[in-house]
């Protein structure tokens, strides 16, 4: 996809309906308050030797790149949004609301637009080491924990 497609996708988040309960379905969760959606993804590294994964890194960082500065162009810089207290509070047993729970258990950080009464965000998600990086982008009005 390009970026174009990508900001559109964010775009038609933005104009969509939050549901009632939360909803995970192919790349997409969603539920009260936010939307998250994979928008570009990497091969996985279940067999990799390490080439592929240089490779892979170079490609989701360039696209996530332009879609910050296309994010950045439209609404103005970006808070990068640290997402570490966040992982260790959960882990610590406090209940991190959503989106925020989601997103600490994939990343280290996030940037971060406000668009209205919405926060725009986007960041590269990895579950685990072998799996492939998920450029992400998401919607939501549940303001940062």
């Given at each position: 996809?390009?970026?174009?497609?990508?900001?559109?996708?964010?775009?038609?988040?933005?104009?969509?309906?939050?549901?009632?309960?939360?909803?995970?379905?192919?790349?997409?969760?969603?539920?009260?308050?936010?939307?998250?959606?994979?928008?570009?993804?990497?091969?996985?590294f279940?067999?990799?030797?390490?080439?592929?994964?240089?490779?892979?890194?170079?490609?989701?960082?360039?696209?996530?790149?332009?879609?910050?500065q296309?994010?950045?162009?439209?609404?103005?810089?970006?808070?990068?949004?640290?997402?570490?207290?966040?992982?260790?509070?959960?882990?610590?047993?406090?209940?991190i609301?959503?989106?925020?729970?989601?997103?600490?258990?994939?990343?280290?950080?996030?940037?971060?637009?406000?668009?209205?009464?919405?926060?725009?965000?986007?960041?590269?998600?990895?579950?685990?080491?072998?799996?492939?990086?998920?450029?992400?982008?998401?919607?939501?009005?549940?303001?940062?924990?």
């Open positions: 996809m390009t970026t174009a497609a990508h900001l559109d996708t964010i775009e038609r988040l933005r104009a969509r309906e939050f549901p009632a309960e939360p909803v995970w379905s192919g790349g997409r969760s969603s539920g009260p308050g936010y939307h998250l959606v994979q928008v570009a993804r990497t091969e996985g279940w067999e990799d030797d390490g080439s592929r994964r240089i490779e892979a890194i170079d490609q989701i960082n360039a696209e996530y790149g332009a879609l910050t296309a994010l950045t162009d439209r609404w103005g810089e970006a808070q990068v949004f640290s997402l570490v207290s966040l992982l260790e509070r959960g882990l610590d047993g406090e209940e609301p959503e989106p925020w729970d989601e997103m600490s258990n994939t990343t280290d950080h996030v940037h971060l637009w406000r668009a209205g009464e919405r926060w725009l965000v986007a960041y590269v998600a990895q579950r685990d080491s072998e799996d492939p990086y998920l450029l992400m982008a998401g919607v939501t009005v549940i303001d940062p924990a």
